[in-house]
């Protein structure tokens, strides 16, 4: 009897577990179609010993993809799953493909995942010796002066700052630059306190706490001459007329580049003033000037001409 029923079990048993395998599967299959998927996009930490240095920066983010029931993947925070990479077992300069690893924490810890799939898998690094100097710090403006403008008498604190950086990059960075800083085109005395951007992400500033940026904003003031400069005559008598030929005048003036270099000379702009001069006689008269109020007069020389006035001749 025992030997009829072991007979009847094993009597068709392709079929049967072919049966078997597909209900397994089914109840797998609807299993699954209960379960959710949560993509998280998480940063990627590494580890590092204190002689080396990256020559290039690893890959900032990993994507890892979690698969469970809805109520649980989305209840997990994302600082509960972290990714790292640890290089700290490296100690020799070369280039080096490491896996990437997954911790989990709190309630990662504690939930049941169908699965979570990481992306990438691995990556490649590339290590040198690491170098520790000191460099200078530049401080950057945002836009450029206007024409009439300048920054002068830049100071900073501090001047230069220390970084490590790869052996590979160690003559290419001379300097570290500060952020953006926006100016005004009023003059005076500024200060602003500026952060400092490597020029890499493999050159790190030690302490780095930004920097103090001095600075003074000036107008542009500019000189130019002028010489030999006919005077005009003002305000003679009809009766009186100039013996001789009236001096010319070298002038001085000075004022914002862009009025300066557009100044144009009149007929009206120097001259003397002969209106209280009723007869005739030899006079010094002082020169008069008249330009734009956004232009100085420096200096004329002479600042005094000599004239001589005589009665008109008769026609």
Known sequence: MKQNKLAKIFDNWVPKIISLIAA????????????????????????????????????ATVRVTLKGESNVIYSIPEDDISAYVNLSSYTIPGTYRVPIRIEKKGS???????????????????????????????PVFGSEM???????????????????????????????????IVTTLQEGVYSYRAKLNSPKE??????????????EVKKIIVYKTFQDIPVTIHGLSDSLEIAGDIPQVTLKVSGLRQDVESLILES???????????????YSVAI?????SSVRVVSILPSNITVRVIKKKVQ
């Open 24 to 59: 397994a599967l089914l109840f797998y299959l609807y299993n699954v179609s209960k379960y959710d998927t949560r993509v998280l996009i998480i940063p990627l930490e590494h580890s590092i010993a204190d002689t080396l240095a990256l020559v290039n920066p690893l890959p």
């Open 108 to 138: 990662a810890l504690a939930a049941s995942f169908l699965e979570y799939t990481l992306y990438p898998l691995d990556v490649e690094a590339q290590l040198d010796k690491k170098i520790t100097k000191k460099v200078p710090v530049v």
């Open 146 to 180: 206007p024409e009439n403008y300048e920054v002068i008498n830049i100071r900073l604190q501090p001047e230069e700052v220390e970084i490590t950086c790869p052996a590979a990059l160690a003559d290419a960075v001379t300097k570290i630059e500060t952020e953006s």
């Open 202 to 215: 493999t050159v790190q500033i030690l302490n780095n706490q930004g920097v103090m940026v001095l600075w």
């Open 268 to 282: 009206n702009m120097v001259t003397i003033n002969l209106t209280d001069i009723d007869q005739q006689g030899v």
């Open 288 to 292: 008069e000037t008249k330009f734009p």
